[in-house]
């Protein structure tokens, strides 16, 4: 069973609040990711990094920004939410690009 | 670019059909690599397999198996005997090798399963 935790599960909070969703593994891997998903669709990368102080952005253009301080940290934040950023934003990790991901259980926002 | 086809938005089966999900990649890179994930209702996505593009051999796990052709590109996944369990939304995705450095998982759309009793 994969050791990555994703908080909140749920938020739900009104338009320009700034929001941290946290994301932490303990197996040491080096790679972390951000995908976000809408309900029913795809993935698509929005942040990933290859290590401590390493961070790139995804395919997919987003305004949130992400920080990696500690290996097994990577929260993402969202400086002014708004309805457009409501979906689902999973983390997961690895310990090389093309190994198996591991994927925390999600964090769904809506932002009202 | 790298690219991952699931044609079929959606299929719906009775219980103990089989069951087969495709999924066509488009890359340019000649060592690449394949997976399949199950992502039930709950919405935590479940690792099923990881194939290297230099491996075409299938592979059977239980209920589950994979056909490999690198012929069409596609990386195929049927179901046997299907369970009401299996129903969720699954995704084919692909890595690119990229000499050391490899690349991020790009997914396809998925395909969402259900299976009745």
């Known amino acids: 069973e994969a050791d990555i935790y994703q908080t909140p599960r749920y938020l739900v909070i009104g338009t320009g609040k700034k929001i941290t969703l946290e994301c932490s593994q303990t197996?040491?891997?080096?790679?972390m990711y951000w995908y976000q998903q809408d309900p029913g669709m795809e993935l698509h990368l929005i942040h990933y990094?290859?290590?401590?102080?390493?961070?790139e952005k995804g395919d997919l253009s987003s305004e949130s920004t992400v920080s990696r301080i500690r290996t097994e940290h990577f929260p993402l934040t969202l400086e002014s939410a708004r309805p457009s950023h409501t979906s689902q934003y999973l983390c997961?990790?690895?310990?090389?690009?093309?190994?198996?991901?591991?994927f925390g259980e999600g964090s769904r926002l809506t932002v009202l | 670019a790298q690219k991952v086809t699931q044609a079929q938005t959606e299929i719906s089966v009775v219980e103990k059909e089989d069951v087969t999900l495709d999924c066509v990649y488009e890359?340019?890179?000649?060592?690449?690599?394949l997976f399949w994930y199950k992502q039930p209702p709950s919405g935590e996505l479940v690792f099923l397999i990881r194939?290297?593009?230099?491996?075409?051999q299938n592979e059977i796990s239980g209920r589950y198996s994979w056909n490999f052709q690198k012929s069409t590109s596609s990386f195929n996944f049927t179901i046997t005997a299907s369970q009401v369990v299996d129903s969720a939304v699954y995704f084919c995705?692909?890595?690119?090798?990229?000499?050391?450095?490899?690349?991020?998982?790009?997914f396809g759309k998925g395909t969402t399963l259900s299976v009745s009793s």
């Open positions: 197996m040491g891997h080096d790679k």
């Open positions: 890359t340019r890179d000649t060592t690449y690599y």
């Open positions: 995705a692909l890595s690119e090798a990229h000499g050391q450095a490899g690349t991020a998982l790009i």
């Open positions: 990094s290859y290590g401590v102080n390493s961070t």
């Open positions: 194939r290297n593009s230099f491996d075409e």
């Open positions: 997961a990790s690895s310990w090389t690009n093309t190994g198996e991901l591991f």
